[in-house]
């Protein structure tokens, strides 16, 4: 059915998520990509102060977390040290501080980030009902109003979390991952040459993982959607099918509808387990490989115990901002 542009609801996410109860066809190809998301950027940027006081707000307590991993290294090579003694209170004082800006800044981010995903989804919301109200009769000749009502609270809601908590969190994960594999590359060229070979070992499965579960999360919500249709159509004429003693036949084929909707969450689930399960083993790995090769070289006298020990904080966060990213792609993914 061809849509009709209107100029002042244009067509953007708001008829993205009506394609399914026009024509499942015409979204097979979407459902591939998480191009959609992108016709979000208008909703977005009508809250520009917003968004950036939330890149204030991520960027100053990214440089807070890797001034960390700094402080620990001179305190373990100079704070111990007898001709020292008196550092170690200033390094510990220093470490109180910059937790304290940590804690603020991402409090900050974590309210700036989560109001601009709500605020978003209200307007794409009051967006997508208004488009309806904007289609012809033959629309609703063909389309069920109990998907159209799922489309508009639950496929939404995927968005909200996209928008909200999984870009917050993508962010921060992203920014602190480039943070410190560039310290990592500062304080040792030669441990970080070794992570560095390894990395297209972790992106490249996180990247193939991605495409499964986008399938599988879309048709999660399609059959979740068609449950929900159904419910809505029976409980609308619930006098005939009483009438023709159909009950029995109506409460069966709901009962299918809902198992079909919960194995297909639940092989979503899965796909996004071993994504998860399967990105962090090789990161953590990988990061025990390269920490044995240091350890070898603090034995040999060619790097300190600090350095090290200022490499395995930046590490750690570059490892364990890769494993948060494979959560929120899959979450992403979910809401394409």
């Excluded at 962090?280 to 990988?286: E, M, N, P, T």
Aim: some cysteine; aromatic content about 6%.
């Amino acid at each position: 059915m061809r849509r009709v542009y209107n100029r002042e609801h244009p067509l953007t996410q708001a008829d993205t998520a009506l394609e399914p109860a026009v024509d499942p066809s015409k979204s097979a190809k979407s459902r591939r990509s998480i191009g959609p998301l992108l016709a979000l950027g208008p909703y977005i940027l009508r809250y520009r102060a917003r968004v950036c006081g939330a890149l204030i707000a991520l960027t100053v307590a990214a440089l807070a977390t890797l001034a960390m991993p700094i402080a620990v290294r001179r305190m373990i090579d100079y704070g111990f040290a007898a001709d020292h003694a008196g550092l170690i209170d200033r390094y510990f004082a220093v470490l109180i501080v910059v937790v304290a800006v940590l804690a603020l800044a991402s409090a900050s981010r974590y309210y700036l980030v989560t109001t601009l995903g709500e605020r978003v989804v209200a307007d794409l919301r009051a967006a997508v009902f208004a488009r309806l109200t904007t289609l012809d009769g033959a629309f609703f000749d063909t389309a069920r109003a109990g998907e159209l009502t799922s489309r508009l609270v639950g496929d939404t809601t995927q968005i909200k979390s996209a928008v909200g908590s999984s870009a917050s969190v993508a962010l921060r994960n992203l920014v602190m991952c480039i943070g410190a594999v560039i310290m990592m590359v500062v304080t040792t060229p030669r441990l970080s040459g070794l992570v560095l070979i390894v990395i297209p070992l972790i992106v490249l499965p996180l990247v193939a993982s991605g495409r499964k579960v986008r399938a599988r999360s879309r048709a999660a919500q399609d059959t979740l959607a068609e449950a929900s249709a159904y419910a809505s159509e029976v409980i609308g004429a619930m006098r005939a099918v009483q009438a023709s003693t159909a009950e029995g036949a109506a409460r069966a084929q709901f009962d299918r509808a809902v198992e079909k909707s919960f194995a297909a969450a639940r092989g979503a689930t899965l796909a996004r387990s071993w994504l998860t399960g399967v990105i962090i083993f090789l990161v953590f790995s990988s990061v025990v490989g390269v920490l044995w090769v240091g350890a070898q070289s603090v034995l040999n006298g060619s790097m300190s115990s600090g350095q090290l020990s200022q490499f395995l904080l930046f590490a750690v966060l570059a490892a364990s901002g890769l494993g948060e990213l494979s959560q929120v792609w899959g979450e992403v993914s979910a809401a394409s």
